[in-house]
Nanobody, 116 residues
Framework: QVQLVESGGGSVQPGGSLRLSCAAS????????MGWHRQAPGKARELVAS???????SYADSVKGRFTISRGNAKNTVYLQMNSLAPEDTAVYYC??????????WGQGTQVTVSS
């Protein structure tokens, strides 16, 4: 089992920045990748960014050049630096981990609101 706890959400004006953090506990040695998804009201949950243990990162087209995903030195944390935020980035952001053997775990979510 892996437990994930997010932090760092909040409200920001358009053009602002936020940094989300996610700390994993439990069977962290089984984790092979971590990432962030988001879900806006009335929309499906979508992948924002992901990163493997080797540091290979991928991003949704909508956030490329604005968001940066990174892992902590201890590999049990993942961060999402969000710059140039826009109202369409408003959503609940969920941390995700993928373990080997294959298993997906989710955090409880943290709200990000971008509004003037």
């Amino acid at each position: 089992q892996v437990q994930l706890v997010e932090s760092g959400g909040g409200s920001v004006q358009p053009g602002g920045s936020l940094r989300l953090s996610c700390a994993a506990s439990g069977s962290i040695s089984s984790i092979v990748a971590m990432g962030w998804h988001r879900q806006a009201p009335g929309k499906a949950r979508e992948l924002v960014a992901s990163i493997t243990n080797g540091g290979s990162a991928s991003y949704a087209d909508s956030v490329k050049g604005r968001f940066t995903i990174s892992r902590g030195n201890a590999k049990n944390t993942v961060y999402l630096q969000m710059n140039s935020l826009a109202p369409e980035d408003t959503a609940v952001y969920y941390c995700k981990s993928i373990s080997n053997p294959f298993r997906i775990y989710w955090g409880q979510g943290t709200q990000v609101t971008v509004s003037s």
